[in-house]
């Protein structure tokens, strides 16, 4: 089963930029249908985008609070997923998990994701 890694975290200023990494092992990433979540202080997880898969093609999905902002991406050569965070707020404060999936069209749910990684803090100062 695949493993995950995140790393990219830190501490920055509201308007500024941070770009998220989730390396996977173990497991064949391309069958994987991928995602981030977040878990703010106090709060439960939130899905904060993720993709999905259709016979067809492969899209992405944003909560409302990032769209516009965060960018998903993948790179299946190397087994990485990236989450780019651009325009910063200090709501987007929070521990943000990657996570992994066999589903092809996942719901923005924990429960739908399977194997989570350990995660990595994003703190925003105003």
């Known amino acids: 089963q695949v493993q995950l890694v995140e790393s990219g975290g830190g501490l920055v200023q509201a308007g500024g930029s941070l770009r998220l990494s989730c390396a996977a092992s173990?497991?064949?990433?391309?069958?994987?249908?991928m995602g981030w979540f977040r878990q703010p202080p106090g709060k439960d997880r939130e899905f904060v985008a993720g993709?999905?898969?259709?016979?067809?093609?492969?899209?992405?999905s944003y909560a409302d609070s990032v769209k516009g902002r965060f960018t998903i991406s993948r790179d299946n050569a190397k087994n990485t997923m990236y989450l780019q965070m651009n325009n910063l707020k200090p709501e987007d404060t929070a521990v943000y998990y990657c996570v992994a999936t066999k589903k092809a069209w996942p719901r923005p749910s924990p429960q739908e994701y399977a194997y989570w990684g350990q995660g990595t803090q994003v703190t925003v100062s105003a």
């Open positions: 173990g497991g064949t990433f391309s069958t994987y249908v």
């Open positions: 993709f999905r898969r259709s016979i067809t093609t492969i899209s992405d």
